[in-house]
Nanobody, 128 residues
Framework: QVQLVESGGGSVQAGGSLRLSCVVS????????VAWFRQVPGKEREFVAA????????YHGDPVKGRFTASKDNTENTVYLQMNSLKPEDAAVYYC?????????????????????WGKGTLVTVSS
């Protein structure tokens, strides 16, 4: 079992920044990736970014490239999502999730169905 707990959500004005944290515990190994998804009411969960468990590779969805950065602190088993230049359309509940079938490579754009474990989410609101 793998447990994920998100924190760091809140309210921010457009153009501002937030950093989300995802503390990961349990039986997680080098073959995992940890991803961030977001969801607004009435829509499916959208892939945002991911980092492999070794912290050596990071991936970002097109809507957030150049503004968001996923990273991992190996000393604390924590995955971060640094969000800069926030836009009103970034407002959502943000979830972190673990994928036990990560296979590496330069391209990683998972569906939410591929995730094995989920956190409960943290709310981000962005005012214009």
């Amino acid at each position: 079992q793998v447990q994920l707990v998100e924190s760091g959500g809140g309210s921010v004005q457009a153009g501002g920044s937030l950093r989300l944290s995802c503390v990961v515990s349990g039986r997680i190994f080098s073959g995992y990736a940890v991803a961030w998804f977001r969801q607004v009411p009435g829509k499916e969960r959208e892939f945002v970014a991911a980092v492999n468990w070794s912290g050596t590779s990071a991936y970002h969805g097109d809507p957030v490239k150049g503004r968001f950065t996923a990273s991992k602190d190996n000393t604390e088993n924590t995955v971060y999502l640094q969000m800069n230049s926030l836009k009103p359309e970034d407002a959502a509940v943000y979830y972190c999730a673990a994928d036990s079938h990560y296979s590496g490579g330069i391209w990683y754009y998972p569906n939410s169905d591929a995730m094995d474990y989920w956190g409960k989410g943290t709310l981000v609101t962005v005012s214009s």
